[in-house]
């Protein structure tokens, strides 16, 4: 049998996973500064170069924002820039505008077999259950369910829901302290049932997009199933591929 050779991580990878250990563990928060590069590589015993390349990568994958002039930041979700990265829909004319997010029910109860396969759970934990539905112009556009895991979201009601400011994922981050990093979803065509026909005042039968996204934090582990109706008689999804 021949042996499998060890794998080596390049240095600047190295550094990448010991700055996201830091991230995760919450030593900075977010919208705070890191340090800088040269405090990194006097940390780690490495070259600028390599902590440049490392926080490029990051950057890139938006865990942390370079504002030129005044340093690093770990991304948060009060940047006006994270709005509409995981809200992907966008008018037909113009660019996205601001939306109104009305919770219509947020309740606890025990995850099924495919929650629990979904969130990394075992059938029967606690989790939390929101309906929702989001206003453009006042007008209903999307229905959303989302499922939370119970204990990491312990103490959200629909009150905490209707009295923060920012959107949802702001409040995971600032309230629960629960940043999302990225997230999966796959779309399909869908066909208004009554329930949501009602929600989004369209007739019975409107074609609509189905979007299920599971979002991850750090360590991919999975935090949000969540499953949207949307409108496009007035909208489309929209994405950057690259």
Same mark, same amino acid.
């Not at 919208?31 to 006097?42: H, K, Q, T």
């Not at 009150?159 to 629960?176: K, M, N, V």
């Given at each position: 049998?021949n042996?499998v050779?060890?794998? &080596?991580?390049p240095?600047y990878?190295?550094?990448k996973?010991?700055?996201?250990?830091?991230?995760e563990?919450? @030593?900075?928060?977010?919208? @705070?500064a890191? =340090?800088s590069e040269? +405090?990194?590589?006097a940390?780690?015993r490495?070259?600028q170069?390599t902590v440049?390349?490392?926080?490029? @990568?990051l950057?890139?994958?938006?865990? %942390?924002?370079?504002?030129?002039g005044r340093g690093t930041y770990v991304?948060?979700h009060? /940047?006006?820039r994270e709005?509409?990265r995981?809200?992907?829909?966008?008018?037909?004319?113009? @660019?996205p505008?601001p939306? +109104?997010?009305?919770?219509f029910?947020c309740?606890r109860?025990?995850?099924?077999v /495919?929650a629990?396969?979904?969130?990394?759970l075992?059938p029967g934990?606690a989790?939390?259950g929101?309906?929702?539905v989001l206003? &453009?112009g006042?007008r209903?556009?999307? %229905?959303e369910?989302?499922?939370? =895991?119970g204990?990491?979201f312990?103490g959200l009601t629909?009150?905490? %829901?209707?009295e923060h400011p920012?959107s949802?994922?702001h409040?995971? +981050?600032?309230? &629960?302290?629960t940043?999302m990093?990225?997230a999966?979803?796959?779309?399909?065509?869908?066909a208004?049932d009554?329930?949501?026909?009602?929600r989004l005042?369209? =007739?019975?039968g409107?074609p609509l997009?189905?979007?299920e996204r599971?979002?991850?934090?750090?360590?991919d582990?999975?935090v949000?199933w969540?499953?949207?109706?949307y409108?496009?008689?007035q909208h489309y999804?929209?994405?950057v591929?690259?």
């Amino acid at each position: 049998m021949n042996a499998v050779a060890p794998t &080596f991580l390049p240095l600047y990878r190295q550094i990448k996973d010991l700055v996201l250990r830091s991230l995760e563990g919450g @030593e900075w928060k977010p919208g @705070e500064a890191i =340090p800088s590069e040269l +405090e990194l590589a006097a940390r780690y015993r490495v070259s600028q170069g390599t902590v440049r390349k490392a926080i490029d @990568e990051l950057a890139g994958e938006n865990l %942390l924002v370079r504002r030129q002039g005044r340093g690093t930041y770990v991304a948060t979700h009060s /940047e006006p820039r994270e709005e509409f990265r995981f809200l992907r829909l966008a008018p037909d004319e113009g @660019e996205p505008g601001p939306y +109104e997010s009305r919770a219509f029910e947020c309740r606890r109860g025990r995850a099924s077999v /495919e929650a629990a396969r979904i969130l990394d759970l075992r059938p029967g934990d606690a989790i939390i259950g929101i309906r929702r539905v989001l206003l &453009f112009g006042g007008r209903p556009t999307v %229905l959303e369910d989302i499922v939370l =895991p119970g204990t990491i979201f312990k103490g959200l009601t629909a009150d905490r %829901l209707a009295e923060h400011p920012g959107s949802i994922y702001h409040l995971y +981050e600032t309230e &629960f302290g629960t940043r999302m990093i990225r997230a999966d979803e796959k779309l399909r065509a869908a066909a208004a049932d009554a329930s949501a026909a009602t929600r989004l005042g369209v =007739p019975a039968g409107t074609p609509l997009l189905s979007v299920e996204r599971v979002a991850f934090t750090y360590g991919d582990r999975p935090v949000e199933w969540r499953r949207g109706l949307y409108r496009t008689d007035q909208h489309y999804y929209r994405n950057v591929l690259s």
